[in-house]
């Protein structure tokens, strides 16, 4: 795989409360969890964070700030070694080296970007980007428009169908789902 490693950890966790790069599962962080789950396939791994993280790898700040994933993304593509970049959110701590296998084996890598759909519901922090998807970043957040679904309809999108993991697959926002997923682990 000549693949690079985005985390998007930049969020403002409102709704959780507190930094979700430091919440624990299995007594390990959720970065730490990102970060062990994209070793698996590159060592070239940026952190798309606006706060200040200590790991190894490079943590980059959005340059526009406020603008959600889509700054990350603005942020980190450019800098990335390789043309593509698996994505993932910070938030995913029940994600699997294999989901990753998964989304590459069934990639089309031809594409700007390819991402994971559960239940018919685009993943779009799990997925391949190429760079050359920069172009309609830039005109995307030069728009205002800040939403990564608005690529579904810019150019044709790799969809992988990923219902049989998708409770692997379930972002952690509110503290309630943390409850359950700890409850779960018991």
């Known amino acids: 795989m000549n693949l690079s490693g985005i985390i998007i950890a930049g969020g403002k966790s409102s709704r959780m409360g ?25 060592d070239d791994i940026i952190i798309s964070s606006n706060q200040s993280l ?3 790898y ?10 959600g994933p889509i700054g990350g993304l603005q942020t980190c ?19 699997t080296p ?3 296998k998964y989304l590459y084996e069934q990639a089309d890598l031809n594409l700007l970007l390819n991402l994971l759909e559960i239940e018919g519901q685009p993943q779009m922090l799990t997925a391949i980007y190429d760079k050359k998807i920069l172009a309609y970043i ?10 990564l679904r608005s690529f579904l309809s810019l150019f044709k999108v790799g969809v992988i169908p990923a219902d049989h993991y998708k409770n692997e697959l379930i972002n952690i926002n509110r503290p ?9 682990e018991k």
């Open 18 to 42: 507190v930094d979700k790069t430091h919440l624990k599962l299995r007594e390990e962080s959720f970065l730490g969890h990102a970060i062990k789950l994209l070793e698996h396939f590159t």
């Open 54 to 56: 200590s790991t190894k």
């Open 58 to 67: 490079k943590v980059v700040p959005d340059k526009i700030q406020n603008i």
């Open 77 to 95: 593509l450019p800098i990335i070694k390789s043309d593509k970049a698996i994505v993932i959110p910070v938030d995913m701590p029940l994600m």
């Open 98 to 100: 294999q989901i990753i």
């Open 138 to 147: 830039d005109e995307l957040i030069t728009k205002k428009n800040y939403r």
């Open 176 to 184: 309630i789902d943390l409850k359950k997923i700890r409850k779960n």
